[in-house]
């Protein structure tokens, strides 16, 4: 085949794929947005035999945010968040709560409009507002569990600041003239160790008889986040 066929062809082809976007994109407002967030968190904390991997901790998120669009269909992100992480213990009735104050940014690519199906993905950055280790935990002494209720602060022995990235989808209606609803949902990854290496014993629960003795890694955040909220539009469409 003439290669000035396979060109055409292929042009042709990403019309046609193309075309209905730029159809919806038509009836989509660039009108620079704001709104109020809030969801359920889901989380854990890689890098900690101590932590079990498979049991989330439930947390909160609630915030705000806010967007300017490049284009009908793309726009910039950023959210002020405040997100209860953290994780739970595998051999105890114990929890770590970390409390953070979240920066997301990220880039938001619409399929359809209006109900808009979308995807993102970003980064965010996190200040460590609050953290301690709660619950009852069962000290070994010799043959004999004794259960203790344990509520340790160990913000100073944790990173203040944490960095990760975030993806996630979701769909957003027409509530009225000026406000949407959305629901999405939304994974995020810390890169950031928890751990500063100033606890004499271990990051999250010093305490000289912890059962079953585990190393540390290099711990670090993960959590699925469902989220809703209303978006307020600056002109009613």
């Known amino acids: 085949m ?18 209905p976007f730029l159809v919806n994109a038509q009836n989509m407002s660039t009108i620079p947005t704001f709104g109020v967030r809030g969801g359920l968190i889901l989380s854990t904390v ?6 079990d991997q498979f049991a989330k901790k439930f947390g ?4 705000l945010t806010g967007a300017i669009y490049f284009h009908p269909m793309l726009s910039f992100r950023g959210e002020l968040n405040y997100e209860s992480k953290g994780g ?6 114990m929890n770590m709560n970390l409390n953070y104050l979240t920066l997301p940014l990220y880039l938001k690519f619409n399929f359809t409009s209006d109900p808009e199906i979308y995807i993102y993905g970003g980064g965010y950055g996190s200040y460590l507002l609050s953290a301690n280790t709660k619950g009852t935990y069962e000290i070994v002494l010799g043959e004999d569990y004794i259960s203790e209720s344990i509520n340790e602060d160990i913000l100073k022995n944790m990173n ?5 990235i975030i993806a996630g989808i979701g769909a957003q209606g027409r509530f009225n003239r000026w ?5 999405d949902l939304r994974y ?6 928890l751990d500063n290496n100033t606890s004499e014993i271990r990051y999250n629960f010093n305490y000289t008889n912890f059962w079953p003795e585990q190393e540390l890694d290099k711990p670090k955040n993960k959590a699925l986040i469902i989220s809703t909220g209303f978006i307020y539009y600056l002109d009613p469409r």
């Not at 203040?160 to 990760?164: A, H, I």
């Open 2 to 19: 003439h290669i000035k066929t396979k060109i055409s062809r292929l042009i042709l082809g990403v019309v046609f794929i193309v075309t």
């Open 46 to 51: 890689t890098g900690d035999d101590a932590i």
């Open 60 to 63: 909160l998120q609630f915030g």
């Open 88 to 93: 739970k213990f595998s051999n105890h009735e």
């Open 160 to 164: 203040q600041f944490d960095l990760g």
């Open 179 to 183: 406000l949407d609803i959305f629901l």
């Open 188 to 193: 995020t990854k810390g890169f950031i160790n």
